[in-house]
């Protein structure tokens, strides 16, 4: 349990490491290796899981990372501002039952090396994204995408890959062949 931070780590002022988090002691443990950088505002809570940001990994402001049932963010990614990576979820099959007395389901979330996470987007439990992805602007991504992937939109859906043909890549993202 507790945090482990190299001295090459850069981070802002005002983030914030939550072992204690609404009330709610959970522990866990936070692991940031060499090279990592973490923006102004970024919230890391595991809330009794884990989060690792592997080798120079890059969290932009306000980006929000839990770590309930694992985060793992491979080396040299790239977390845009307002992010939200939440690896866990509310179970709610039972109407009878409040929402917050049914527990939550936590599979964690696994994002490869060298990803792009555009800003605004929202990762959700479950999904792993394979190194090389790229993934848009505001996408809410609820599946796994493969490995040098675009994804884009709510919910997000492939549309290219990268290192593609380069007109193959302008028709998947406009519907139009130049």
């Not at 940031?32 to 950088?37: D, T």
């Not at 963010?73 to 690896?87: E, F, K, Q, T, Y």
């Not at 099959?93 to 939550?104: F, L, N, T, Y």
């Not at 389901?105 to 190194?131: N, P, Q």
């Amino acid at each position: 349990m507790g945090i482990v931070i190299p001295n090459d780590v850069y981070l802002a002022p005002t983030v914030q490491f939550q072992l204690a988090a609404d009330g709610w002691h959970a522990g866990g443990t936070i692991r940031i290796e060499h090279g990592v950088r973490i923006s102004d505002g970024v919230i890391l809570s595991p809330f009794g899981g884990s989060i690792v940001l592997e080798e120079n990994v890059y969290v932009g402001p306000y980006c929000v990372l839990y770590g309930h049932g694992g985060l793992r963010i491979g080396r040299d990614s790239m977390i845009a501002a307002h992010s939200v990576l939440v690896p866990s979820s509310h179970r709610f099959d039972d109407p009878a039952e409040p929402i917050r007395s049914q527990g939550e389901a936590s599979a964690g979330i696994t994002i490869g090396k060298d990803v792009w996470i555009g800003c605004g987007a929202r990762i959700l439990d479950g999904v792993s994204l394979g190194d090389g992805c790229v993934i848009g602007a505001g996408a809410v991504v609820n599946r796994s995408i493969e490995a040098n992937s675009i994804a884009v939109g709510v919910p997000a859906r492939v549309i290219g890959r990268r290192g593609a043909d380069k007109r193959a890549a302008i028709a998947a993202t406009t519907g139009v062949l130049s």
